[in-house]
């Protein structure tokens, strides 16, 4: 079965990755660098790519981004660096993901790249979460001389990264080496620990840390008003890629994923996690999927090419469409954690493709519509406001901080970012921030005012 998973784009060869840097027409304005959320040097890097000079690019690459083995792969290049190339025009931008891959992989496969750790005497910052926006702030902060500490809920690092994003597009080993690479700049990593639970906000400030940042994302799905939306055999995407992580790590037996050979999946949804999701059901054996989406393929949030290659692989979309009733829901109410055995298939959903009715026979339903931050930090501590629908309220100055002083929040949790590459470029900024409002405080403290 896994070697379903086997990543899907191949790295480029070290001749094809030389070629391809040697088409870089090296701007003077780039497009690429102003297409990148965080502003990556990309003409620089390549140019010495072109020449052979590795490290040099590496170096480059590593003073704007702390996960560019991860950001090679999953980043909406199409959208964003790629998408302004000057030659995108005549279709033929330059390669940048898979150039920026072909570097990082180089690079830790190799061994090359030693970084001189500064000492840790700026100050001391606690970081919760170890997704995009908190290995970003870790790296960023230990280079710039912060004692660093990640609280994780989870028995391993990488949030999303880890298990969110399936392996065939995002390989595990990949992300275990680039945190390992962010352990090595100083930063410690506390796993099973839940802040709100096994911790408090309080309780950090007591060991000494001079700020804290809240990088915990989304773990709460959002749900539909459908009827039927509560049958056990409804499930959400993200539940459902971290089960087949748990799955390919050895952590569960096959059958506790749900999905299984001759399933008939329906996703509803059609971001980046619903195709992953859609594709993931079709590696786990599923006999049909159709993503069913309310509007158009040109209004969905996926990227095109994620679409493409799920077209190619088989699945089916129905445009304009809305699930009406989930049916099979006798069992509506039930626990949400109840496993997918035989007795919790579904006999089928009804279908709205607009303004005509469709039954159609499926086993299971993956929802992937959003998700919403969870209140376990906030609800522990005093001090934290948030809006409306739950999302932590931040300040510009120093940006990110929350109401409560010294306590910073970026990334999902404070609906702004989108993608990895978002929640790091919203991370650099607050990095920044913390390190504005730590600076400010000890000068304060070192004046000798009289009294």
Sequence with gaps: MNHLFKEVSENYTL?????????CLHCKVPGCKKGCPISNDIPDWISELAKGNFGN??????????????????CGHERQCEGNCVLAKK????????????VADFDGEAGLTHEAIPEKSRGAVAVIGSGPAGLTIAGDLARQGFRVEIFEMQPEPGGVLMFGIPEYRLPKEVVRREIKKIE?????????????????????????????????????????????????????????????????????DQKEVVIGRGDRIAVIGCGNTAIDAARTALRMGAAEVTVIYHRTVNEMSALRAEYDDAVAEGVKFMWKSSVKEIRGAENDGAPTDMPWD??????????????????????????AVGSAPASRIVDST?????????????????????????VFAGGDVTNRPATVVHAMQDAKRVADGIIRYIDAVKLMESIDLPS
């Design 342 to 367: 035989a007795g919790n298939r579904l006999s089928g959903i009804t279908v709205d493709t607009e303004g005509t009715l469709t039954d159609m026979t499926v086993d299971r339903v993956i929802l």
């Design 382 to 406: 005093d001090g934290i406001n948030v809006d409306s629908k739950g999302y932590v309220l931040t300040r510009d100055v120093p940006y990110g901080m929350t109401s409560r002083r010294g």
């Design 184 to 252: 090595n700049l100083g930063v410690l990593f506390h796993l099973d620990t839940t802040i709100g639970r096994t911790l408090t906000i309080d309780d950090l400030f007591a060991r000494g840390f001079d700020a804290i940042f809240m990088g915990t994302g989304t773990g709460r799905p959002k749900t539909l008003p459908i009827p039927g939306i509560n049958h056990p055999g409804v499930r959400q995407a993200i539940w459902f890629l971290r089960r087949v992580s748990l799955y390919q790590s050895g952590c569960i």
């Design 57 to 74: 690019a590496m170096k480059i690459i590593n003073s704007r981004s702390n996960l560019p083995a991860v950001c090679g792969r999953v």
């Design 91 to 102: 279709g033929r931008h330059i390669n940048i993901g898979k150039l920026e891959r072909f």
């Design 15 to 23: 001749p094809e990755a030389i070629r391809e840097a040697q088409r």
